[in-house]
């Protein structure tokens, strides 16, 4: 299948409600999944897309978060872990004979959720 557009979607205040740092240890705990994030998630898988869920969520915390993430049933291709809570920069090329922006960016108020998101 040809994934024709990627999306890195960060996972806490994103995705699901951001929650104490001290809890994501916990591989027992419910995340809250933010209102629409099933919905919009499963139409961008149907459509093809690459999600990629990022998170400033330690390493350590990978099976923990795998867990949380199945029991919450929030669909994906990969997880990348350890971002930290700085800054994110997304650097990319243009394709050749283009001069259309293929890195873009959508900063969201925290917990809104991506249900009104259009990509």
């Not at 996972?11 to 809890?23: A, F, I, M, S, Y």
């Not at 093809?48 to 969520?57: A, D, F, L, Q, V």
């Not at 978060?65 to 971002?83: C, E, N, P, S």
Request: charged share 25%; glycine share 8%.
């Amino acid at each position: 299948m040809n994934k024709s557009k990627t999306i890195f979607c960060d996972l806490d205040g994103t995705l699901v409600k951001h929650c104490n740092p001290v809890e994501i240890q916990n591989p027992n705990l419910n995340l809250e999944v933010l209102k629409g994030t099933h919905e919009k998630l499963r139409d961008w898988d149907n459509k093809g897309y690459t999600i990629i869920i990022t998170t400033g969520r330690k390493e350590s915390a990978r099976p923990a978060t795998v867990k949380q993430l199945q029991r919450a049933g929030i669909l994906y291709d990969a997880l990348i872990m350890g971002f930290g809570g700085g800054k994110r920069y997304l650097i990319n090329d243009w394709k050749l004979n283009s001069t259309e922006d293929y890195a873009i960016a959508i900063n969201l108020k925290r917990n809104t959720g991506i249900k009104n998101l259009e990509i």
